[in-house]
């Protein structure tokens, strides 16, 4: 048993506490690297033993042989005679161990045993950050802006002791981010193809509203709340439908907040984006007249056919509101509900009804002269 240099672990103990790699873990890359090392250089056996203890700052290296008579292969077996020197007790068939000492190693095993270390570090440093991201995937996190590249416009961000690009393609259209802000990213994926895992992260993602509700919204962290669906155009505006479990919970409500301070304060997080919060519903005419909130719908008329169109009917003062500006109103309703929705005006109301109604009829119709015709007189169901 050798005693190890107290700076060694040390150095283990620092790579703990600043990298967070275990320490058990690295003693245990080390001792597999000094097995190499001797079975590479001093062609030894299989059954190398390397122990590391910490408490004792002790390690122990050999080498594990079979005791025979005659010796016809030196680095697995051992005369009975020279065993006896490491144990009182050794017989043939037996094994023995046979201690090593460092400077036995020699100085092309000892690099070698410190290049692959340093390699274990690294793969152990790679395992602990893929870990360590993979737990973040699909969460928002609040990192530091460290620094903008005013060229491309890209931002460099700190999670965890690491850096991290934010794209210009995945920040708020019209936010200026600066040196020192903090700010809530949405983390989209992990790649870890390359030689460090990267994590990919957002500030445009959907994703980003349902996280940053979850935070806000005890509703939502408790399970009373459901957030149903999200659609969003980042920097300008965003909706999304909510669901209550418990009846006597308001679920636009809760996510709203006390004079409206919860939503306010996501909103002021985006930078002024707005939001529309409206209640789901399973019904497509109540949930589509809710999604084109902030206009106000007279009625909804699902298209007969089975296909997910409807037309939307709504005051004429209101069309311009309902649309939106360059459509973004309706689309986004579209997009929050899996429907798509046409626009009509209220004076057009009956001239609307009509057609519908002619649809309905024309498809009733339809569906009649299939079932007639599956009915024939010449079906025999005997």
């Not at 033993?49 to 697995?76: G, L, S």
């Not at 990267?198 to 509700?213: A, D, E, N, Q, V």
């Not at 309902?322 to 429907?339: E, S, Y």
Request: aromatic share 4%.
């Amino acid at each position: 048993m050798s005693t190890i240099n107290s700076e060694f672990f040390e150095a283990l103990a620092l790579l703990e506490k600043e990298r967070g790699i275990p320490m058990t873990y690295l003693i245990e890359k080390i001792s597999n690297a000094i097995a190499v090392a001797i079975k590479r250089d001093m062609g030894g056996s299989e059954n190398t033993i390397v122990e590391i203890d910490p408490v004792k700052r002790r390690f122990y290296v050999a080498v594990r042989k079979q005791v025979v008579e005659e010796v016809e292969d030196p680095e697995n077996e051992i005369t009975l005679q020279d065993a006896t020197k490491y144990s009182k007790v050794a017989h043939v068939g037996g094994m023995v161990e046979i201690p090593l000492e460092t400077k036995q190693f020699g100085r092309i095993a000892a690099q070698s045993a410190k290049h692959v270390i340093r390699q274990g570090i690294s793969e152990a440093e790679k395992g602990q950050l893929v870990q360590k991201y993979q737990d973040k995937k699909y969460e928002i996190i609040s990192v530091p802006v460290l620094k903008i590249d005013e060229v491309k416009g890209n931002a460099t961000v700190e999670i965890d002791k690491s850096e991290a690009i934010l794209p210009k393609s995945e920040q708020v259209p019209g936010e200026v981010l600066h040196e020192g802000q903090r700010i809530m990213v949405y983390v989209v994926d992990v790649l870890t193809g390359g030689k460090n895992p990267k994590l990919m992260i957002s500030r445009t993602h959907p994703g980003l509203i349902k996280r940053l509700f979850e935070m806000h919204t005890p509703e939502i962290k408790d399970g009373t709340v459901e957030i149903m669906a999200v659609s969003r155009e980042a920097g300008s505006r965003t909706k999304i439908a909510v669901w209550s479990k418990d009846e006597n919970v308001d679920a636009v409500g809760a996510c709203i907040g006390p004079k409206g301070s919860r939503v306010s304060a996501i909103v002021e997080e985006l930078g002024g984006e707005k939001i529309d919060v409206i209640k789901y519903s399973e019904n497509p005419e109540e949930l589509v007249a809710e999604a084109l909130s902030p206009a106000e719908v007279v009625r909804v008329l699902v298209d007969p056919t089975g296909a997910k169109n409807c037309k939307a009917i709504v005051p004429d003062s209101q069309l311009s509101l309902a649309i939106g500006n360059k459509g973004q109103n309706v689309r986004l309703a579209a997009r929050l509900t899996g429907w798509k929705i046409d626009i009509g005006p209220q004076s057009q109301e009956q001239e609307i009804v009509e057609q519908h109604e002619q649809l309905k009829a024309q498809t009733q119709a339809e569906i009649d002269k299939a079932v007639d015709d599956l009915f024939a007189d010449d079906f025999d169901f005997e």
